[in-house]
Structures are given as structure tokens and as C-alpha cells.
């Protein structure tokens, strides 16, 4: 089932480019919790939507851009976890720091997961404990890979004092900001060894990148070192994290 779903973030992707690439401007409107929603984000989760009812129409799917109610979703344990546009933010600055997030959680855990980049044309995938990177067409496994100094990764769009005093702390490494769960995918693939967030994040936002992770050999734990639980709850805020090989 991996393919197919590495087909329909294709698919999303599409659709999110004919906006990216359209001549109108990126229009936003604003969500209740004050992030932005386009377009784009819309035109993306119809995709998913409608390909995850076709494939696995016994699997309920939670969508960013259609979250079902608490009393709908509290006796799930198996369903998908959509972002159909992490990164939005980034999609307005036309940046192309922006991903199709897509998996499959099974018991709270993410099973398989698919993160897409539609401009880079980059697809990273993982499912049974195995992660590959998808590029110009060729396929290869992918492994977290331990470096010092250290490379951390940092949100683009939502640096914050804790997060500042936090990498002040820390000892010799170097930085880099990426938008978008390619933070996740820059620790999978060995080329950054730490991803340290503390603001707030939603679960659609970071388990398609768990799962990429976890199956590249990373750690994704929370600042009490318990892994990212995704079993349902009435909120959809994660608590802080970190993706790390160390």
C-alpha cells in the first residue's frame, strides 16, 4: 500500500502546484486558531480525502483541514493522520519549504508515513521499520546518521526565547532553518542530527515525519523522554519534542 499512497502525495502535490504556479496571488484566509489556510490546502485534502476512501474505506481519516469532533474519534485505534499542507506559512513566502504529509496510525503509533515536497519533487517514505528517499526518480534507503559537530534544524517560521536559551546551552554545533516536517526528513536522511522544538505543534503536523524517523533510526520523545503518542485525544496539540540520533 506504500506505493499508492506515495502516489496520492503525488497527486496532492499536483494539485497544490497548480495554485503555487498559478498567476493569481496566494490568497489566505484565516482559521480559527489564527493559522492560514489556502486554496491549495483545500485542493490537496479533497485529493487525499478522496483516494484514502477509495483505497481504505474502513479507515477513518483525520485531516488538518476537516477534523472530525472528540466524540467521533475517541475509540479510534487504527485511521489515517493527514496534513494535505504543512507549511503554509511557507507557501505564501513561495519558499517551496512545504510538504503532503500522510500516515497511517495503528495503536497511537505511526505505522507508515509519507512526506512529500511537491517543488522540490522530493518524496521520503518509511513503513515496517525501513525509510527510503525518493529523488529525480531513484529510490534509496535512508539512515540517521550521528555528526559533530552537531547539525540542528530549526523551524523557519517559529523560533522562540526557550528554543534560543535552548541551543545557547547546548555546546559546538551549527544551525540550519527549513520549513515545513523536512526537518524530520533532514535528521532521517543523516544530514542534520537534531531537531529541538518547543512551540506548539499539531499531531498532523509531525507524524508522517515521525514515522520517517523513527524508521531511519532517529528518536522522537518528548522533553520527558516519552515517545509522540498519537492516540486519539480531544486536543490535537503536541507537546514539545525532539528529533534526535543522539
Known amino acids: 500500500m506504500l506505493e499508492q499512497i506515495c502516489q496520492l502525495a503525488r497527486d496532492a502535490g499536483d494539485a497544490i502546484m497548480q495554485v503555487y504556479q498559478g498567476e493569481q496571488p496566494l490568497d489566505a484566509t484565516r482559521k480559527a486558531d489564527d493559522s492560514p489556510v489556502t486554496a491549495a490546502d483545500i485542493a490537496a485534502h479533497q485529493v487525499i480525502l478522496r483516494g484514502l476512501q477509495m483505497l481504505t474505506p474502513d479507515?477513518?481519516?483525520?485531516?488538518?483541514?476537516?477534523?472530525?469532533?472528540?466524540?467521533?474519534?475517541?475509540?479510534?485505534?487504527?485511521y489515517w493522520l493527514v496534513d494535505p499542507l504543512d507549511g503554509t506559512k511557507e507557501f505564501l513566502k513561495h519558499n517551496g519549504e512545504f510538504t503532503?504529509?500522510?500516515?497511517?496510525?495503528?495503536?497511537?503509533?505511526?505505522?507508515?508515513?509519507?512526506v512529500y515536497a511537491p517543488v522540490k519533487k522530493?518524496?521520503?517514505?518509511?513503513?515496517?521499520?525501513?525509510?527510503?528517499?525518493?529523488?529525480?526518480?531513484?529510490?534509496?534507503s535512508i539512515k540517521a546518521r550521528d555528526?559533530?559537530?552537531p547539525l540542528v534544524v530549526v523551524s523557519r517560521s517559529h523560533m522562540d526565547d526557550e528554543l534560543n536559551d535552548y541551543l545557547a546551552e547546548l555546546g559546538d554545533h551549527q544551525t540550519v532553518s527549513v520549513g515545513s516536517s523536512l526537518k524530520f526528513c533532514l535528521v532521517a536522511e543523516g544530514e542534520a542530527q537534531l531537531y529541538p522544538r518547543f512551540g506548539p505543534t499539531c499531531v498532523w503536523d509531525t507524524a508522517a515525519g515521525h514515522a520517517v524517523a523513527v524508521a531511519a533510526g532517529a528518536q522522537v520523545h518528548d522533553w520527558q523522554g516519552r515517545t509522540l503518542d498519537?492516540?486519539?485525544?480531544?486536543s490535537f496539540l503536541n507537546p514539545g519534542f525532539r528529533v534526535s540520533v543522539f
Open 59 to 78: 479507515i477513518p481519516v483525520l485531516s488538518e483541514e476537516a477534523p472530525q469532533p472528540w466524540d467521533e474519534r475517541q475509540h479510534w485505534q487504527r
Open 100 to 114: 503532503v504529509n500522510i500516515a497511517l496510525i495503528e495503536r497511537g503509533k505511526p505505522v507508515l508515513g509519507v
Open 122 to 140: 522530493v518524496m521520503y517514505s518509511a513503513e515496517n521499520g525501513k525509510a527510503w528517499k525518493e529523488e529525480c526518480g531513484i529510490r534509496k
Open 147 to 149: 555528526g559533530r559537530p
Open 230 to 234: 498519537y492516540t486519539p485525544r480531544e
